[in-house]
C-alpha cells in the first residue's frame, strides 16, 4: 500500500505563489513511481495539473499551467513539490496528489491511470 499526504494550501491573492507538497509513504513505494498532480473546482470535472513519470526526471504539465507551475521532485525524502506562481482566480480547486507504479507515458494525464490518491488540499485565489 502507498499512503500520500498533500500540504501546503491556503488562501492567496492573484499573482501570489504557492507551494504544495505531497509525500508518500508505504512499504511499496519507490522512485518508480510516476507521481503527479490533479485538480477539481466546484462543479468541474478533475483536470491534470502535472506530473513526474517514474524516476526519469522529466515532467509534464496540463495547458493552463504550462509555464507558471513548476514540479519537482525529491526521492530522498519520497515526496513532490508543486511551486505555483502567478496564481490566478481561475486555479482555485482542491489539489489531489496521485501515484502510481505500472502506468505508461501515454496515460500520464488521465486520472484512471492512478492507484494512490491524497485527501486533497484546497487552494483559494482571490481576486
Known amino acids: 500500500q502507498v499512503q500520500l499526504e498533500e500540504s501546503g494550501g491556503g488562501l492567496v491573492q492573484a499573482g501570489d505563489s504557492l507551494r504544495l507538497s505531497c509525500a508518500a509513504s508505504?512499504?511499496?513505494?519507490?522512485?518508480?513511481?510516476?507521481m503527479g498532480w490533479f485538480r477539481q473546482a466546484p462543479g468541474k470535472e478533475r483536470e491534470f495539473v502535472a506530473a513526474?513519470?517514474?524516476?526519469?526526471?522529466?515532467?509534464y504539465y496540463g495547458d493552463s499551467v504550462k509555464g507558471r507551475f513548476t514540479l519537482s521532485r525529491d526521492n530522498a525524502k519520497n515526496t513532490v513539490y508543486l511551486q505555483m506562481n502567478s496564481l490566478k482566480p481561475e486555479d482555485t480547486a482542491v489539489y489531489y496528489c496521485?501515484?502510481?507504479?505500472?502506468?505508461?507515458?501515454?496515460?500520464?494525464?488521465?486520472?484512471?491511470?492512478?492507484?494512490?490518491w491524497g485527501q486533497g488540499t484546497q487552494v483559494t485565489v482571490s481576486s
Open positions: 496521485a501515484a502510481d507504479r505500472t502506468l505508461i507515458l501515454s496515460q500520464i494525464a488521465t486520472m484512471a491511470s492512478y492507484d494512490y
Open positions: 513526474t513519470f517514474r524516476s526519469y526526471g522529466r515532467s
Open positions: 508505504g512499504n511499496a513505494f519507490s522512485s518508480s513511481y510516476t
